[in-house]
């Protein structure tokens, strides 16, 4: 079955320091990948998606992730992070039928 | 194009009363999702519908949950005889064409909270 693993529960970094969100999935063909960001009572916005082609992805508010199939990893990714990223990001796999499998999410603290 | 629209954006009911929420997707989008995420977790699927045919629904949509999109625009997802369970934020989404390609659009949710 289709899975998705965020290892880290929460993740504190200072402001201006660069950031890295651990994302590894479970899937049985060429996944299509996803990382979404959610501000507290929210919905989810997409950040970047991976479909195929080339394993950089550049997506909104400066963030870019790299998918690794060999280590079956997403990891998400910033240069410099800002008070206002703070939040809960997810990854989510997609899966046969459309719906996407969410990751349980890493909730970002930013520390001034 | 104002985004999707759920209502309301909470609700308190008590054990054993019915609840019903309401989805406006994206116009022009012809298929549409319901999530629960409770707290703690990442969004689990519930259904979903391309225009007025719910074509999927997960193992976690008892008998007690409905959902229909009469017209192929707004949905409504109904939980009969509420349990404390059934507590959690209720997201919808909306797509074009054929996600994931294109990723979603979700609405801010319905906060459901039974006492």
């Known amino acids: 079955a289709q899975s998705v693993t965020q290892p880290d529960i929460h993740i504190t970094v200072s402001e201006g320091a660069s950031l890295e969100l651990r994302c590894n999935y479970s899937?049985?063909?060429?996944?299509?990948l996803f990382w979404y960001v959610q501000s507290p009572g929210q919905g989810l916005q997409l950040l970047l998606k991976?479909?195929?082609?080339?394993?950089l992805v550049q997506g909104i508010k400066g963030f870019e992730a790299e998918f690794k199939r060999s280590q079956s990893s997403f990891n998400l990714r910033k240069p410099s992070v800002h008070w206002s990223d703070a939040a809960e990001y997810f990854c989510?796999?997609?899966?046969?039928?459309?719906?996407?499998?969410f990751g349980a999410g890493t909730i970002l603290r930013v520390k001034s | 194009d104002t985004g999707v629209s759920q209502d309301p954006r909470h609700k308190i009911t008590k054990r054993g009363q019915n609840v019903t929420f309401r989805c406006d997707p994206i116009?022009?989008?012809?298929?549409l999702y319901w999530y629960r995420q409770t707290l703690g977790q990442g969004p689990e699927f519930l259904t979903y519908?391309?225009?007025?045919?719910?074509?999927?629904k997960s193992r976690l949509l008892s008998d007690r949950f409905s959902a229909e999109r009469p017209k192929g625009s707004f949905s409504t997802l109904e939980i009969q005889r509420t349990e404390q369970g059934d507590s959690a934020m209720y997201l919808c989404?909306?797509?074009?064409?054929?996600?994931?390609?294109?990723?979603?659009?979700f609405g801010s949710g319905t906060r459901l909270t039974v006492v």
């Open positions: 991976y479909f195929s082609g080339d394993t």
């Open positions: 519908f391309q225009n007025e045919a719910q074509l999927e």
């Open positions: 989404a909306s797509s074009t064409r054929q996600a994931p390609h294109y990723g979603y659009t």
């Open positions: 989510a796999v997609g899966e046969y039928g459309n719906k996407l499998v």
């Open positions: 899937y049985g063909a060429t996944p299509y």
């Open positions: 116009s022009e989008h012809n298929r």
